[in-house]
């Protein structure tokens, strides 16, 4: 166990619907990090937020969104869904915002768009 | 953009041998870190082992070691004495500039034989 949780772990929707993923990170880590895990991108960097304000933006949809909230823990929007959206997203933890700090992942949510 | 290179996308060893797992990178950064995951069919996100570019010396963690070549840009994973419990998906991974999102390849599967 990372100590860093996710919910809900399966989310089924529809097409054009809108979703909230969230993540808890570890007890004391102030940076979260969310992930996409897809069969044609692979694991990709979405977002990055330390301690509330966002610090670096990956290839994040424009109908994507994020914040993290004052008691760190982080919320992944996402609208308007298409099937293509359909993967496993994670978010992982840190102490910090060094490059140093190894990043400890949650278990995902499964996200299936029908 | 930077990217990580697994140039295996299966593997298969016997039961208590040793097999490698391949991983290139193409920073130019003199001083990064690299990481290799591990993903069970869970799908959680396990950290394996972590390397300095800065260290002389390859990581080692119980039966997982790395060679890291860093004139090469090579980070190879090293498995000994396999167990079936190693069966997963591995990623290797590096952590990009300031932000230190990781940048993942694109995952070597292992399967382990009894």
């Known amino acids: 166990d990372s100590g860093v949780t996710q919910t809900p772990k399966h989310l089924i929707t529809a097409t054009g619907q809108r979703v909230t993923l969230r993540c808890s990170p570890r007890s004391g880590d102030l940076s979260v990090y969310w992930y996409q895990q897809s069969l044609d991108q692979g694991l990709q960097f979405l977002i990055q937020?330390?301690?509330?304000?966002?610090?670096a933006k990956g290839n994040i949809l424009e109908r994507f969104s994020a914040q993290q909230f004052p008691d760190l823990h982080s919320e992944l929007n996402l609208s308007s869904l298409e099937l293509g959206d359909s993967a496993l997203y994670f978010c992982?933890?840190?102490?910090?915002?060094?490059?140093?700090?190894?990043?400890?992942f949650g278990p995902g949510t499964r996200l299936t768009v029908l | 953009a930077q990217t990580v290179t697994q140039s295996q996308p299966e593997m298969s060893v016997q039961e208590a041998e040793t097999v490698t797992l391949s991983c290139t990178h193409d920073t130019s950064e003199s001083d990064y870190y690299l990481f290799w995951y591990k993903q069970p069919p869970s799908r959680q996100m396990i950290l394996v082992i972590r390397q300095e570019a800065y260290k002389q010396q390859n990581a080692t963690e119980n039966r997982f070691s790395v060679n890291f070549q860093k004139a090469a840009k090579s980070f190879s994973l090293k498995i000994s004495d396999s167990q079936l419990g190693d069966a997963a998906m591995y990623f290797c991974a590096w952590v990009s500039g300031n932000t230190g999102k990781l940048i993942f390849g694109q995952g070597t599967t292992l399967q382990v034989k009894p």
């Open positions: 937020y330390y301690n509330g304000e966002e610090r």
């Open positions: 992982a933890s840190t102490p910090g915002v060094s490059r140093t700090d190894t990043q400890y």
